[in-house]
């Protein structure tokens, strides 16, 4: 499919590149700083290949196909705005959020090379320029987990100037499940059963370290995810931990580490993580 149609555009100021779990491949610090990203080449919404245009929420959906059949998804990601609201106290994001979706991988791989010709290729990408965030997938059979995951890094940014690489990934890789599924459901229940049975834990300082995707495996991603469950659903003073640590960053105020805050609501935290999963289970 040919996009030279769509005309270049400057975006200038702040740029985050944050691509999917799926990949573990770092986008840098240094790579941000790289002059080309000031110069992509943005999508044009008035001519082809952008056929379907649609606004969920605080999303901006365009598409090169109809998306009549993703509407369930899109209501569900509008109702993900509000969640977050709900679950960390996230106020409504000020600015719209773009979601260019691809009808296939290979329409996909042309446009973000075209885009960003030197990022590593993602299935799902998350890019937030001047503070407006924009989504960029592609229709496959896990569409839906990629987008709950994008969109929740593309909402937390909307407020937050800055989440801590390991709780972004961990709050994405929760809400990245649909609500029903996300306490009992998540994929990463079965091997963290098995890691904690072998006395395999990672500490949330240990977490806080990783200040690089590279530094993000799967047993990271994992125990990212398990801390932001217990934090959620385990006791109320390591919630409330979470909310004000959040609400630090929101009001420009230092939040330090947030295993300081935990250490201060909690007597052995990650003791307590551990025995939150050890005796969860539905009800």
């Known amino acids: 499919m040919n996009f030279d149609s769509c005309p270049s555009a400057d975006w200038r100021g702040k740029t985050e590149l944050r691509p999917s779990r799926r990949g573990f ?62 679950t960390l106290a996230v106020p409504p994001a000020q600015q719209p959020i773009d979601v260019f979706l691809l009808d296939d991988e290979r329409e996909h791989r042309e446009l973000l090379q075209q885009l960003y010709p030197r990022v590593p290729y993602r299935r799902a990408l998350y890019v937030q320029r001047s503070g407006r965030g ?11 987990v ?27 890789e929760y809400f990245e499940m649909p609500a029903a599924e996300r ?15 072998f006395g395999m834990v990672r500490s949330m300082e240990s977490l806080e370290s990783c200040h690089e995707l590279s530094e993000m495996g799967g047993t990271e991603y994992r125990f990212a995810w398990a801390w932001v469950h217990f934090m959620l659903h385990g006791p109320l003073p390591a919630h409330r931990a979470l909310v004000h640590y959040l609400g630090d960053i929101r009001r420009g105020n230092p939040p330090g580490q947030l295993s300081e805050h935990m250490d201060r609501a909690l007597s052995q935290p990650q003791q307590q993580m551990v025995q939150h999963f050890k005796q969860w289970k539905r009800t």
Request: aromatic share 12%; with cysteine.
């Open 25 to 86: 491949l770092a986008i840098g610090s240094a790579a941000l700083a790289m002059p080309w990203l000031g110069a992509a080449a943005r999508p044009c919404f008035g001519a082809a290949p952008w056929i379907d245009h649609r606004s969920y929420g605080p999303f901006n959906c365009h598409a090169t196909f109809p998306m009549g059949d993703l509407t369930p998804l899109f209501q569900e990601l509008s109702a993900l705005e509000s969640e977050l609201q709900r």
């Open 134 to 144: 924009s989504v960029y997938a592609y229709r496959h059979a896990e569409v839906a």
């Open 146 to 172: 990629d987008l709950r995951h994008e969109c929740t890094h593309a909402l937390l940014h909307a407020n937050l100037a800055m989440v801590p690489l390991w709780l972004d990934e961990g709050l994405a």
């Open 183 to 197: 306490a009992f459901q998540h994929p990463h229940f079965s091997k963290l059963r098995w890691n904690l049975r």
